[in-house]
């Protein structure tokens, strides 16, 4: 994703070829405008998402340090960091963490292989790839909600379209694949795969489009095979668009717990709980803020390690992939 | 305070034009003429049928009512936002059995021990079932809510497999649990029993049921947690066996809608469940079972008192609005519960019954024959099934946990009960 | 592949057109006999003109004002010599991965402070909150591919630098605009812990209402397919209109 690379001109203010034009004391107040004008372009939308974004956040900050529930707003009482330590010795929380990551790197493993083949099998551009582009999108398009009601309905052992079968045929167990705690996860991680790997396909999809094609071209024509020019030229180049869609379905994929709430409500046991849904249920069920900030905060700062790391990984392979 | 006075005599007036006999009152007698009301109500049977009510009361009284349909876990979110926000988004709300010592506790609504006590006749309250009223609401010396759909839990049987092994419907738990055994044959995909297994509100609630039956309690005489006593701990382990050997495979993952699909597919024999889905058994667009099933009342351990399980709803009104709201809030309720209303409420298939008089009414007993099980149930009913006690979410959602993990072999039930227990200490 | 991807959703589409006692059997069947009744109930319960006009009023109004505040500032970040503005632009990136749990109940309170709860343009607030903050990550990423000529021929030609930015640069990448508004429209559209907060009953959105029709007793997969038909069919409509683009789009800004 990061750009061309002899145009990647960090330098941005307008090179000297303008300025010449210009007599140098207004060449100085141009800087001054030019920088007012950027300024004064970013700082609505800074303003606004600090204003309605930062401003709810700091506020969640500060309620993880109280004991606050809206149910008994009498009792409120600052306990410093102790709704943090609630959490770290929780079971229950720690089950839900790891269950979390579990999810997230198997869903976004398996969405990234599994879309990069769809997208170089979508590569040619013709009328029936671009029919073909479309329909697979439609999972994108179904609220997380709803489709974990269709996989529910579908699964069930009992009577379900796909379950009754995967029962009667041994694959899933007598009571379903919701029913034990390795395969409830593993379904899950299943629903997801199906809902966004339309997503990562169309991302990556996108990047191959951009290739140049004379590189590939040459590669080519130097004998390389379909294998080899993948792995050599495609993937290195490919490398910040995969890394693009990586990072946007990791943040997405950690705070999952949609279609855990309408298929197993995190069971059986706690096997299927997720933070989120740890974190909502907390929440908006029990209305303890005081712990439920804690435990967003804590996601956050998961996903902002994790993001970090992608961001270093980012840089790396961008850097790799132009040679700069 | 003349205008207030003025209002109840507007009240009162309404109260006459409500009356059926006065059906096309004049514009003039419309005394609600420009309120509208908000509803939230739980997506139950009865939500459509309130939703279809709305224009004959904006009819009758001038008020409109907007019906606002949620799930229950919404609904549970939305109001309780709105309360303790004190934002004042609806005035009148659907309010579950287990939700009124919370009500109660943090004052959410207006406490209608007054009102009851001034309108008394006009409710006609000695044709409510007195078990409706106390359970649908009344929590300590407060009224929060006033009963307008109770649900009875029953015993809904399948004759034709009764009938076929020489069985007669169980009266006893023992009986009932014994039956499950004999009706199950997995081959043939016939089940002896079912009830809710996924983790959450759905197995707590129909363990806590099954246990009380039992004769189990999930609070000890002091009125705090005993989720691992003895009694407990054995009927824990009487349901997992009838989970793991007579219920179909599935049910340790089904809610209230999977349990329900089960036996209108006709997997299962007999299952207790709330009277408010009998009719659609009936029913041939949603069920495969009309002609076999049949209703009796709710077994009951062997040597317990005659005692069954009363579910449902009551309609509470938002203490944060406004007097001229709560007023017409009060009036709708009034009207909603008066006996021609009530009895046209249930013939447009809300299966929530409130009065004695419904039970005996040649029309309602034609549709929904069932109705002396309802009565019998209402008769001898017992609200307390589930502790209706301000921690009661939380102890739902650690037995939620602990009887599902029991049901899928994760644990055994007194390791469970004695896990579940440490947690609910901390509550109290 | 393309089966895969489509077959679960045509099980909840055709459960709008089946009766209520065959939408499971034992062992499972695929034929029925067809029935517009699921629909007609749907009709009968929900408002569905009301809700899918606040599904659209929160979908363009989200992704309308994400982009007016969005675009310029990724603009201004691309183009900005300042070591802090790529600091700044993943700054943008961090606001989207704030959990919803986090900001909800704080954001519920302030819009009732400010009179806003149960309105919409709730709504439209916080997701553009978290939209503008992604489109601005996003232009941000275009607007550096993009060649400085473009904007440097304009300026010489006597453009303001507003006139540059908005006659020479954003036209190049016009594509990548589409792409960011799509990724905000799904987003909106598919959003429901905000909306199912924020809104009253005649700014209920389609998301928030599908859950209605999953109920307690009775889960009513008929009405859940119906409705599901309208919270579908205009997304899609959107997504099959604009497909083009979004491939163009992404193409553009990546390489």
């Given at each position: 994703m990061e750009l061309n690379p002899d145009l990647r001109d960090h330098t941005a203010t307008l090179s000297p070829r303008v300025a010449l034009k210009r007599p140098v004391l207004a060449a100085r107040s141009y800087a001054d405008r030019r920088r007012l004008f950027l300024i004064s372009m970013a700082l609505p939308g800074l303003a606004y998402v600090v204003a309605v974004g930062v401003w709810p956040l700091t506020k969640g900050i500060w309620f993880s340090l109280y004991d606050y529930n809206l149910l008994k707003?009498?009792?409120?009482h600052f306990v410093g960091l102790r709704n943090y330590a609630d959490v770290l010795d929780d079971s229950v929380a720690r089950q839900a963490f790891s269950n979390t990551v579990v999810f997230t790197v198997s869903a976004v493993a398996v969405e990234l292989v599994l879309g990069f083949a769809i997208a170089l099998a979508l590569w040619r551009d013709d009328r029936f790839n671009r029919v073909c582009l479309a329909l697979i999108l439609i999972p994108v398009t179904i609220t997380p909600l709803v489709v974990g009601l269709i996989f529910r309905a579908l699964l069930m052992p009992d009577y379900g379209l796909v379950g009754y079968y995967l029962a009667e045929s041994g694959f899933s167990g007598p009571h379903g694949l919701f029913a034990y705690g390795s395969s409830a996860l593993a379904t899950l991680i299943f629903v997801d795969i199906w809902e966004w790997t339309p997503l990562v396909a169309l991302i990556l999809l996108a990047g191959l489009k951009a290739l140049p094609s004379d590189i590939i071209e040459a590669a080519r024509a130097d004998g390389a095979t379909g294998v080899q020019r993948l792995r050599m030229v495609i993937i290195p180049l490919m490398a910040p668009t995969i890394v693009l869609a990586v990072m946007l379905r990791t943040i997405d994929a950690f705070r999952i717990f949609d279609s855990i709430f309408v298929t197993t409500g995190g069971g059986p046991g706690n096997a299927t709980n997720s933070l989120m849904l740890h974190a909502v249920k907390q929440g908006l069920e029990f209305f303890n803020i005081g712990l439920a900030s804690a435990i967003a905060n804590v996601t956050l700062l998961c996903i902002a390690v994790m993001a970090t790391a992608f961001v270093i990984l980012f840089r790396q392979a961008d850097r790799r992939a132009h040679g700069s | 305070m003349t205008s207030i006075k003025g209002f109840f005599r507007e009240i009162a007036i309404a109260g006459l034009v409500l009356a059926p006999l006065v059906g096309s009152a004049a514009a003039a007698d419309k005394p609600l003429e420009g309120v509208t009301l908000t509803l939230a109500s739980q997506n139950d049977q009865f939500a459509a049928v309130l939703a279809a009510l709305a224009p004959k009361f904006k009819e009758q009284t001038g008020a409109t009512l907007k019906v606002d349909i949620l799930d229950y876990g919404s609904l549970l979110t939305k109001t309780t936002a709105d309360f303790v926000g004190h934002t004042g988004g609806y005035d009148l709300i659907t309010m579950d059995i287990v939700w009124s010592g919370q009500y109660a506790q943090n004052d959410y609504s207006v406490d209608l021990v007054d009102w009851i006590k001034r309108d008394a006749s006009e409710l006609q309250l000695d044709d409510i079932y007195p078990t409706l009223l106390n359970a649908l609401g009344h929590y300590g010396d407060k009224q929060v809510a006033f009963p307008f759909a109770g649900y009875a839990n029953v015993l809904a049987y399948r004759k034709d497999l009764f009938d076929a092994a020489g069985l007669s419907p169980p009266k006893t738990m023992e009986e009932l649990t014994a039956d499950a055994y004999k009706l199950t044959d997995p081959a043939k995909h016939q089940y002896g029993f079912v009830a809710n297994g996924q983790k959450g509100p759905a197995v707590a609630q129909d363990w806590m049921q099954y246990n009380t039956e039992m004769g189990g309690s999930i609070l000890g005489p002091d009125g705090k947690p005993a989720l691992n006593s003895e009694a407990n701990v054995k009927s824990l382990t009487v349901y997992r066996d009838l989970f793991q050997k007579a219920a179909p495979p599935g049910a340790v993952n089904y809610d209230w809608g999977g349990r329900e699909e089960s036996f209108r597919q006709g997997l299962v024999a007999q299952m207790q469940t709330w009277s408010v889905g009998a009719p659609g058994y009936y029913d041939p667009a949603s069920s495969k079972i009309v002609d076999k099933v049949a209703i009796a009342p709710a077994p009951r351990g062997a040597g317990l008192p005659q005692l069954y399980g009363l579910g449902g709803w009551g309609l509470a009104i938002n203490a944060d609005i406004k007097d001229k709201q709560k007023q017409a809030a009060w009036a709708f309720i009034k009207w909603l519960d008066s006996p021609p209303e009530h009895k046209e409420f249930n013939l447009m298939g809300a299966g929530s019954f409130l009065r004695k008089s419904e039970m005996t009414d040649a029309d309602l007993l034609a549709k929904f024959p069932f109705l002396p099980v309802i009565a019998v149930t209402f008769e001898h009913g017992d609200g307390e099934y589930r502790p209706r006690i301000p921690q009661y979410p939380q102890i739902q959602d650690i037995l939620g946990t602990a009887v599902n993990s029991v049901l899928v072999g994760n644990t055994d039930p007194k390791a469970a009960l004695d896990a579940a227990q440490l947690e609910a200490v901390k509550l109290f | 592949m393309t089966a895969f991807f489509l077959l679960p959703f045509l099980w909840l589409a055709t459960a709008a057109y089946k009766p209520s006692r065959d939408m499971f059997s034992v062992p499972p069947m695929l034929l029925f006999r067809p029935t517009l009744e699921q629909f007609a109930t749907v009709l009968r319960i929900f408002d569905v003109r009301s809700l899918l006009s606040s599904s659209l009023l929160i979908a363009t109004g989200s992704v309308g004002l994400s982009l007016l505040l969005g675009v310029p500032a990724g603009y201004a970040l691309a183009r900005s010599s300042s070591r802090y503005a790529t600091v700044a632009a993943y700054f943008f990136m961090a606001v989207r991965m704030v959990p919803a749990v986090a900001a909800l109940i704080p954001f519920y309170l302030m819009m009732r402070d400010v009179g806003l709860?149960?309105?919409?343009i709730s709504v439209v607030l916080i997701n553009s909150m978290l939209n503008s903050a992604f489109v601005t990550w996003m232009m941000f990423l275009y607007f550096r591919g993009l060649p400085k000529e473009l904007e440097e021929a304009a300026l010489t030609d006597g453009c303001t630098m507003f006139g540059a930015f908005w006659r020479a640069a954003l036209p190049a990448v016009r594509s990548g605009v589409v792409a960011s508004a799509l990724f905000c429209l799904i987003f909106s559209w598919n959003d429901f812990l905000y909306p199912m907060f924020l809104t009253r009953l005649d700014s209920k959105p389609l998301s928030v209402a599908l859950l209605a029709a999953f109920g307690t007793k009775d889960i009513t997969w008929g009405a859940l397919g119906a409705l599901a038909h309208f919270s579908t069919i205009p997304i899609v409509l959107i997504v099959l209109a604009l497909n083009r683009y979004f491939v163009q789009g992404l193409t553009k800004g990546i390489h």
């Open positions: 707003p009498a009792q409120t | - | 709860l149960g309105s919409w």
